[in-house]
């Protein structure tokens, strides 16, 4: 990787997900762009750090450099100049997307489906058969059809299982929302509304249900301490194996990528 070309600042966005710290608190985030162009390093400040920390994203290999609040751009660039050839080689080790495509394999429910065309004739619904998902119409449009089959599968699986567990705690779910989010697999807010990742549909289904009852234990303890991990234990014994699944190949499911090459 070549030296830094430029600098530009972006405009402060607070982190507005659920649990978030208010935006008084929220860090502000500023970018550096490589040469050669198109390589673009996120600064994040944050008041607790006290040291440059570069690091690359396992979901899109995007680079993230958190510097103390108070360091000025031109420290931030002068510590990305010195790491330029350990970043080169961390990006390189990034995976490359998983294009979705007719003929391909799609990951799905902790298996893999072929996506396939149907033979001309009336369009139909997605329909899974013998190990492949066959879509209608034409082949720049079935990338499109599967992501819509992978969210109604997610959305069929993750609401009722979610209403259950709650059910089974005491509580009562709110509104539920389905999302490609990319930071967390799902979250619950203080109204009780719960929001999870479509893309866990195509995680083995022990795995989305976990998720599902991660999430409905966060209606009766909305932290990650003692008492709710107890809860969690209670619903799915096996969520610690579920969790490593998730840490050791979620990243793989976020690199699937439904829409077509740009031309």
């Avoid at 990338?143 to 209403?163: G, N």
Wanted: charged share 25%.
């Amino acid at each position: 990787m070549a030296a830094l070309a430029r600098a530009a600042a972006a405009a402060a966005r607070p982190d507005t997900r659920p649990g978030a710290r208010p935006a008084t608190e929220a860090r502000k985030e500023e970018a550096l762009f490589l040469d050669p162009p198109g390589v673009r390093v996120a600064l994040r400040r944050s008041a607790r750090a006290r040291r440059f920390t570069l690091s690359v994203s396992r979901v899109d290999g995007a680079p993230h450099l958190t510097l103390p609040q108070r360091a000025s751009v031109a420290e931030a660039l002068d510590f990305l100049t010195r790491q330029a050839g350990w970043l080169e080689a961390a990006m390189a080790r990034v995976p490359p997307e998983r294009v979705v495509a007719p003929g391909r394999a799609l990951p799905f429910r902790g298996g893999s489906v072929v996506l396939t065309l149907r033979p001309s004739g009336p369009r139909r619904a997605p329909t899974l058969e013998n190990g492949r998902l066959m879509v209608s119409g034409p082949a720049a449009e079935a990338p499109q059809r599967a992501m819509s089959f992978v969210k109604e599968t997610a959305r069929a699986e993750l609401v009722p299982a979610a209403r259950a567990y709650a059910a089974r705690l005491g509580r009562e779910a709110g509104p539920i929302t389905l999302r490609d989010t990319r930071s967390r697999w799902g979250s619950c807010a203080s109204s009780g509304a719960l929001s999870f990742s479509w893309r866990l549909a195509m995680a083995p289904p022990d795995v989305l249900d976990y998720v599902a009852a991660h999430e409905a234990a966060h209606l009766v303890e909305m932290n990650h301490g003692p008492d709710f991990w107890a809860l969690v234990d209670g619903l799915r014994p096996d969520w610690r194996e579920c969790r490593d699944w998730l840490r050791r190949h979620g990243p793989e499911l976020h690199r699937v990528r439904f829409a077509p090459p740009a031309s």
